[in-house]
Nanobody, 125 residues
Framework: QVQLVESGGGLVQAGGSLRLSCAASGRTFSSYRMGWFRQPPGKEREFVAGISRSGSSTYYGDSVKGRFTISRDNAKNTVYLQMNSLKPGDTAVYYC??????????????????WGQGTQVTVSS
């Protein structure tokens, strides 16, 4: 079992930046694949970024490539999402998710086993 707590969301103007953090507690953090998903108002949850257990491999959704960067610090039990050049279309609740299974679909919520409560990101035009 792992508990995930996201932070760092807020209101930002288009073109601005935010850094989200997700602090994990419980089992060894480095044993989890980690991902960020987001859910815009009235829409389904969508993949934003994923990172392997060691941090050596990263994956991004097409809409955020080149603007967002996922990273992790296994010593601090934390995964980050640096978001630059934000657009109004990035407005959503952002969720941190953890995958305990060795293999799982990185790009789908079904590939993860735990998630946090979410943090709101609002980008104004």
């Amino acid at each position: 079992q792992v508990q995930l707590v996201e932070s760092g969301g807020g209101l930002v103007q288009a073109g601005g930046s935010l850094r989200l953090s997700c602090a994990a507690s419980g089992r060894t953090f480095s044993s989890y694949r980690m991902g960020w998903f987001r859910q815009p108002p009235g829409k389904e949850r969508e993949f934003v970024a994923g990172i392997s257990r060691s941090g050596s491999s990263t994956y991004y959704g097409d809409s955020v490539k080149g603007r967002f960067t996922i990273s992790r610090d296994n010593a601090k039990n934390t995964v980050y999402l640096q978001m630059n050049s934000l657009k109004p279309g990035d407005t959503a609740v952002y969720y941190c998710e953890a995958g305990a299974r060795f293999y799982g679909n990185t790009y789908s919520p079904t590939g993860y086993d735990y998630w946090g409560q979410g943090t709101q990101v609002t980008v104004s035009s």
